[in-house]
Nanobody, 115 residues
C-alpha cells in the first residue's frame, strides 16, 4: 500500500508564498516520479510540476519562474514552493506518485489566494 500525506495549504494574499509538502510511505521503490497537480472549481485537473527520481523536472507554463518543486529522497517527500502567488493559483493541490506504472493520489490540500 502507498500513502501520500499532504500539508501546507492555506489562505494567502496575492504576491505571497506557500510551501506544500507531500510525504510518501509504503511500497515505494527508488525509481519513481512525484508531481503536483491542481484543480480549480469548474476546471479540469492539471499538472503543475513533476520531479523524476533521476532528477528531471518540469513545470506548467503558468507557474514557471514562480514555483519550485524539490524532493528529499531520504524522507520520500516532495515539496512545492510557491512564490508570487496569483488569484488564479487558487485550487486544490494534489500530490501524485507514479511508481512502476501505477499512480497514487494524495487527498488534496486547498490553496486560496485572495486579491
Amino acid at each position: 500500500q502507498v500513502q501520500l500525506v499532504e500539508s501546507g495549504g492555506g489562505l494567502v494574499q496575492a504576491g505571497g508564498s506557500l510551501r506544500l509538502s507531500c510525504a510518501a510511505s509504503g511500497s515505494i521503490f527508488s525509481v519513481n516520479t512525484m508531481a503536483w497537480h491542481r484543480q480549480a472549481p469548474g476546471k479540469q485537473r492539471e499538472l503543475v510540476a513533476s520531479h523524476t527520481s533521476s532528477g528531471s523536472i518540469g513545470y506548467a507554463d503558468s507557474v514557471k519562474g514562480r514555483f519550485t518543486i524539490s524532493r528529499d529522497y531520504a524522507k520520500n517527500t516532495v515539496y512545492l514552493q510557491m512564490n508570487s502567488l496569483k488569484v488564479e493559483d487558487t485550487a486544490v493541490y494534489y500530490c501524485y506518485l507514479n511508481v512502476r506504472g501505477l499512480g497514487y493520489w494524495g487527498q488534496g490540500t486547498q490553496v486560496t489566494v485572495s486579491s
